[in-house]
Each structure stands twice: as C-alpha cells, then as structure tokens.
C-alpha cells in the first residue's frame, strides 16, 4: 500500500497569516500516460464528511477559494491557504488516487 | 445536485455483522463509482472499496476481504456495505462516497452524511 505521510500533525496560524501544509507519497504516484500525479486533499470540520478542495495534485475544486493553492515536487506535496481565515479551521487530508488501496494521510490539524 | 442519504447509527455486539445503505439521488447511477470510506475516533479515513453498479463487479480492500461485501441495487439507485466478524476495531462513522467524475476515479466530491457504527459488548 502506499503510505501517505503529513506534516506537521497540527499547524496554529494567525488570520490573514499562510499556512503551509505538507504530504509525502511512499512512493511516486505520478502517471506516465498523462504525466498527472494522483493526488487530492480534503478539508474536514467537524461532525461532516471530507470536502474536496483539490485533485491531480493541484487542481482547485469549483467552488473552492482562490486562497487555497497547491504545488508538488516529485512524492511530495504542498496545500498552501495563502490569507487564513476563520472558517478554515479544520483538519486538512492528502489522499492519493493512483492505486487502491486509495489511502489517506494522518491529517493535520490547522488551528487559530 | 446529487444527493446521498445514508441508513442510521448502528449498535452492534462483536462477532455480529452490520449492513448499511447510501441512497442516491441526482446525476446518473449507474455509470459512476460509489465507494465506501470509514474513519475511526480521532483517525483519517480509510479507504474500504467501491462498486460501479453498472457492471455490478465491486473492488475490495485486501484488509476487508472475506468479511466486507459491497453491493448495489439499480432499481432503488442504492448501495449497500455489509461487514462481518466486527470487533472494537470497527468502530468508526462510516462514508459512502461519489467519483467526482468517470475521468477522475477515487477522488470524492460527493459524501453521506455518515453512519456511525459502534461496536460494544
């Protein structure tokens, strides 16, 4: 199975302040047939199910707010929430899709 | 808008079995992928297997073979887990969940609400 590693497990950061997010794929999750890598994070609050807010490594979900940007760089990778605001606690999920298993990180735990 | 409404809490001793349900409503049934992800107290999702009901063949975790079975019923646009042998372990609040699209298999867009499905002598 592929092991998906965050950093850090909890994050505080200021309003209006950057968070910056990390995961780390066991191994690489990038297609050679469309050269995408597999992966999506996931936004979670609590009592409600994960809320999708980016797939193929850094693609936005429609809906989601400019504010909320991802990059990658081999088997890792980056959610960056460039202004913070009050509604973005929550625990934020990377998840990669290449293989099933599909498999999730441990999360991290971004606070005010 | 696709809706999916799922069955409620369940209580259930150890070694018992427990079957619950993800109705579907809006968009098209058949042709997408429905998937079921559970996530214990305190603990990220875990990725358990999914069904395209067209074709009605489901893929399984290894983890779960032999006690999870992943069903689907077109005529009622429904889904069904059914996971056997449960033990403390299986303790968690459980997810059926939607492709994003057909292009995009085992990314979710699309959530229940949740099943908590608690396992206690």
């Known amino acids: ?112 | 808008q696709v809706q999916l409404v799922q069955s409620g809490t369940e209580v259930k001793k150890p070694g018992s079995s427990v079957k619950v349900s993800c109705k579907a409503s809006g968009g098209t049934f058949s042709s997408y992928s429905l998937s079921w992800v559970r996530q214990a107290p305190g603990q990220g999702p875990e990725w358990m297997g999914g069904i395209i009901p067209m074709f009605g063949t489901s893929n399984i975790a290894q983890k779960f073979q032999g006690r999870l079975t992943i069903s689907a019923e077109e005529s009622t646009t429904t889904v069904y887990m059914e996971l056997r042998s449960l033990t403390s372990e299986d303790t968690a609040v459980y997810y059926c969940a939607r492709d994003l699209s057909l292009a995009v298999p085992g990314v979710y867009d699309w959530w229940g609400q949740g099943t908590l499905v608690t396992v206690s002598s």
């Open chain 1, 1 to 112: 199975d592929i092991v998906m590693t965050q950093s850090p497990d909890s994050l505080a950061v200021s309003l209006g302040e950057r968070a910056t997010i990390k995961c780390r794929s066991s191994q690489t999750i990038l297609s050679r047939s469309n050269n995408k890598n597999y992966l999506a994070w996931y936004q979670q609050k609590p009592r409600q199910p994960p809320k999708l807010l980016i797939y193929w490594a850094s693609a936005r979900q429609t809906g989601v707010p400019d504010r909320f940007s991802a990059s990658e760089s081999g088997t890792d990778f980056t959610l960056t929430i460039s202004s913070l605001q009050a509604e973005d606690v929550a625990v934020y999920y990377c998840q990669q899709y290449f293989s099933t298993p599909y498999t999730f990180g441990q999360g991290t735990k971004l606070e005010i």
